[in-house]
């Protein structure tokens, strides 16, 4: 396979190329892209040293799989060229999710619906790493309503975030002074901010109604009803959500737990005993979706239960994801 990794140099694209490489997938030729400021640079991958180059969209590289961590609007403007090029095309940005004739996939869930499609999109970090742990759940028992609160990591706004919130932690732990903020809308360190992405009409932001819709949409559910609040916490990697759902049948802790226990790509962490419960610190870094704190709802009885899931934002969320998508591709095109 001729690979191609567009935004090769920010937090998301370095982990897409060591993903690419912890997993052996068929690399034959590997480019690398980013902006013209990376152009000309040497880095380090699995697959040898790699010079950065810039895009070029009136010569689009002969590539069997693109794999794009760019903004919305640069994806907008090339991933169709791209197609049209001969790659099959996956999108981390938010620039495609929504298009009916686009598939958004989460391989544990909706794989099938990767087969055939030139271009697929990649979705949110918040919705992947909570779908993962849905999933199962609705198909022993049947979802109704989905409530969930987002504990995100700066790791969501990219590289910059990250650093950010190191310096600002640096600067307030280390000097007694006040952080700084640029990339968050107010600072990170020793704060939540119960705002990510812009306010919509109904006073929701849009990245609660991206958990609203891309769920809906992976899994196959139009109706599902679903409300999300998305917070932004001080932690540099994973993603932790508080999960409340109504269930169609019938739920007990223990049966979910067995479904999530058998579930590819969840991880059982729920041993309160023991104090093990799923955790950024334990999350980060890894493959699997944490599962734990599973408890029988005390809003919707014996339909509904309480549970906590962790998952690393940069790889669930985000480039692993990306690479199961290309795996799960027909033989044909991925080999």
């Given at each position: 396979m001729r690979v191609g990794v567009f935004g090769a140099t920010g937090a998301v694209g370095k982990e897409l190329v060591q993903v690419l490489g912890d997993r052996r997938y068929p690399v034959t030729e590997l480019r690398l892209f980013a902006s013209t400021r990376s152009a000309g640079t040497r880095i380090k991958t699995p697959f040898g040293e790699k010079t950065i180059e810039?895009?070029?969209?009136?010569?689009?590289?002969?590539?069997?799989?693109?794999l794009l961590a760019v903004s919305g609007d640069w994806s907008k403007a090339h991933a169709k060229e791209l197609v049209?090029?001969?790659?099959v095309v996956v999108d981390n940005s938010s620039a495609f999710r929504l298009d009916d004739s686009v598939?958004?996939?989460?391989?544990e869930v909706n794989a099938e619906a990767a087969k055939g499609a030139r271009l697929i999109a990649n979705p949110n970090c918040t919705t992947a790493i909570l779908a993962v742990a849905l999933a199962p759940l609705h198909r022993e028992f049947g979802l109704?309503?989905?409530?969930?609160?987002?504990?995100?990591?700066?790791?969501?706004?990219?590289?910059?975030?990250?650093?950010?919130?190191?310096?600002?932690?640096?600067?307030?732990?280390?000097?007694?002074?006040?952080?700084?903020?640029?990339?968050?809308?107010?600072?990170?360190?020793?704060?939540?901010?119960?705002?990510?992405d812009s306010f919509q009409p109904n006073g929701y932001t849009r990245e609660e109604m991206k958990v609203t819709w891309?769920?809906?949409?992976?899994?196959?559910?139009?109706?599902?009803l679903v409300s999300c609040t998305a917070v932004r916490v001080p932690t540099l990697r994973a993603h932790a959500e508080a999960a409340t759902i109504e269930t169609v049948k019938p739920i007990t802790p223990?049966?979910?737990?067995?479904?999530?226990a058998n579930a590819p790509g969840v991880k059982l962490v729920d041993d309160v005993e023991n104090a093990l419960y799923p955790m950024p610190l334990t999350a980060s870094g890894r493959y699997?979706?944490?599962a734990g704190r599973i408890r029988q709802s005390l809003v919707f009885g014996d339909h509904g239960i309480d549970f906590f899931v962790v998952g690393d934002q940069?790889?669930?969320?985000?480039?692993?994801?990306?690479?199961?998508?290309?795996?799960?591709?027909?033989?044909?095109?991925?080999?």
């Open positions: 810039v895009y070029d969209p009136a010569k689009p590289p002969r590539l069997d799989l693109a049209a090029a001969g790659a598939p958004l996939v989460v391989p109704k309503r989905v409530i969930v609160s987002t504990y995100q990591a700066a790791s969501g706004a990219g590289a910059e975030g990250m650093e950010e919130l190191e310096t600002g932690l640096k600067e307030v732990l280390l000097n007694g002074g006040t952080a700084k903020n640029n990339v968050f809308r107010h600072p990170l360190p020793m704060n939540l901010i119960p705002h990510i891309e769920t809906r949409k992976i899994m196959g559910l139009p109706d599902l223990g049966a979910a737990r067995a479904a999530l699997d979706v944490e940069l790889l669930k969320g985000a480039a692993l994801n990306a690479v199961q998508i290309a795996e799960a591709l027909p033989v044909a095109v991925a080999a």
